[in-house]
Structures are given as C-alpha cells and as structure tokens.
C-alpha cells in the first residue's frame, strides 16, 4: 500500500507557475512509477506526466510538454510537477498516482490510468486569464 498526498495547487494568472508537490508514505515508493493526472468539470481525468521509478525517464501529454517537469526525490519519497506558461485550459484537480514499475514497460503504460493503483485525493489548480 502507498499513501499519495498532493499539495500546492492554487489560482494563478495565466503565464504564471505553480509547483505540485506528491508526498508518498508505506511500501518501497523508490520502486513505483509515479504519475500526473488532471480531471477539468465534465471532462474525464487525462495524463499528464510520468516519471520511472528512477527519475531517468520522463514522459508528458502533448499538451504540456515544454511547460512542465516531472522530477521525483526518492530520498524524501516525493515527487514534483514544475508547472511553467500556465494556461486557462489547464485549469484542473490534479491527481498524483503511484504504480508498478517494470523494465521494458511501455511507454504508453505510463500513459494509462489503469496502469496506477494509488491515487491521491487532488489538488486544485486554477488559470484565470
């Protein structure tokens, strides 16, 4: 079991940055991939970022790529979304997620929800143009 807790979201003006912030707790949080997600009103929750396990490999939506970064601290059991050019469309609850990481794992599995088995309870991020 892994206990995932979020913070750091808040309103900010578009172009601004916010820094999300997952703290992990229980089993071994260095062997977990660990994941970004949002859900905006009536949309359904979409990737965002991901990081493996070690934090050499990182993996961001289209739609955010170039004004994010993912980075984790296995030492403090955290990870960290570096959120850049923030945009009203990116307005959201984001989630951090924690799952099982594998070699040779595709890449489309860090992209996937289902692939993530703990979940935190979000924290609101909202751009105001």
């Known amino acids: 079991q892994v206990h995932v807790v979020e913070s750091g979201g808040g309103a900010v003006q578009a172009g601004g940055s916010l820094r999300l912030s997952c703290a992990a707790s229980?089993?071994?949080?260095?062997?977990?991939?660990m994941g970004w997600f949002r859900q905006a009103p009536g949309k359904e929750r979409e990737f965002v970022a991901a990081?493996?396990?070690?934090?050499?490999?990182?993996y961001y939506a289209d739609s955010v790529k170039g004004r994010f970064t993912i980075s984790r601290d296995n030492a403090k059991n955290a990870v960290f979304l570096q959120m850049n050019s923030l945009k009203p469309e990116d307005t959201a609850v984001y989630y951090c997620?924690?799952?099982?990481?594998?070699?040779?794992?595709?890449?489309?599995?860090?992209?996937?929800?289902?692939?993530?088995?703990?979940w935190g309870q979000g924290t609101q991020v909202t751009v105001s143009s």
């Open positions: 229980g089993r071994t949080f260095s062997g977990y991939a």
């Open positions: 997620a924690a799952g099982p990481d594998y070699p040779m794992m595709a890449v489309a599995t860090y992209a996937d929800l289902t692939a993530y088995d703990y």
């Open positions: 990081i493996n396990w070690a934090g050499g490999s990182t």
